[in-house]
């Protein structure tokens, strides 16, 4: 069984530019787990596809018993996602790649035996960080210093070597090569 790989770093440092285009050129290689949710279903979802749907007690029961990686509550329901989604990926024959933040990762390394490797993705500078946060034009200005003042705190979590390998993703093409080296060695 393949280890999880799992990625972290600042939010517009470009992971899911990165991720799309390892899923673009690998479609069959690796699998993302399947959140749980609180939330009702919409149409056309599948339960254990889209989500694992569960009910606010089950949910709250799930996070008693050590469940989740990580669980969040937004606009009403909860998010997360279990250990065991993650296992389901890898006894699929798939490499299961997480995509989570600081908190995550600590809480991979800590609470759990998945035996997962890490790499971190860094923005060449805070400040090209800001300019594609911009670019991407998804942000306000609150939350632009929400994720600024959140990447500070990640690249200092970096630099105390928590992760197996760093990316600086200046120039795209380079960075995708070295993630490839990275989740195909060792
Ligand atoms: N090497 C690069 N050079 C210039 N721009 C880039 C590079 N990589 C990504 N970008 C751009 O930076 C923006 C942020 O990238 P992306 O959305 O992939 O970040 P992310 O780390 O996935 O963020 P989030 O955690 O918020 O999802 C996007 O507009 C993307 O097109």
């Known amino acids: 069984m393949s280890r999880p790989i799992v990625i972290s770093g600042p939010s517009g440092a470009g992971k899911s530019t990165l991720l799309k ?6 479609p069959d290689t690796f699998g993302f787990s399947v959140s749980s949710t609180t939330r009702n279903p919409r149409e056309g979802e599948v339960h254990g596809k889209d989500y694992n749907f569960a009910t606010v007690e089950e949910f709250k029961q799930m996070i008693d018993a050590n469940k989740f990686i990580e669980w969040a509550q937004f606009s009403g329901n909860y998010y997360g996602t279990t250990v065991d989604s993650v296992k389901e990926v890898s006894s699929s024959g798939k490499t299961c790649i997480l995509d989570i933040d600081m908190q995550g990762v600590k809480s991979v390394k800590d ?3 998945l035996n997962a490797r890490y790499l971190f ?4 500078s805070i400040d090209d960080l800001r300019k594609r946060l911009e670019g991407r034009g998804t942000e306000t200005e ?3 210093n929400k994720r600024l003042s959140a990447a500070t705190a990640e690249m200092e979590y970096a630099n105390t070597g928590a992760h197996d390998k760093i990316i ?3 120039d795209l093409d380079k960075a995708y090569a070295e993630l490839k080296d990275f989740i195909f060695g060792n």
């Open 168 to 170: 600086v993703n200046d």
């Open 142 to 144: 609150e939350s632009l």
């Open 121 to 124: 993705i860094a923005p060449p």
């Open 21 to 26: 285009k390892l899923f673009q050129e690998y």
């Open 111 to 113: 609470k759990t035996d």
